[in-house]
């Protein structure tokens, strides 16, 4: 049985409420390691979209979080 991924349909459900394409960020998962990519239409510069896809998913991470992720990446834990 495939594993709920909640992160990923928490920022397709945050894109559809603000009038984004949910299909622009794309989760990777690869060895316990998930990358966001998020697809830029534009052939020079960064598409405004991006930019807000990439506020969305700055704005869900919190401050613990990220000082915990920090910490595990100083330790050479993930």
Excluded: W
Excluded at 14 to 40: W, Y
């Amino acid at each position: 049985m495939e594993q709920q991924d909640y992160y990923q349909n928490l920022i397709k459900r945050l894109c559809k409420a603000h009038n984004l394409s949910p299909r622009k960020p794309r989760f990777i998962e690869v060895e316990d390691v998930v990358t966001i990519n998020v697809k830029n239409h534009l052939k020079e510069g960064v598409d405004l979209d991006c930019f807000k896809i990439l506020n969305l998913i700055y704005q869900t991470v919190g401050k613990q979080d990220y000082i915990a992720l920090n910490k595990r990446l100083e330790n050479g834990e993930v």
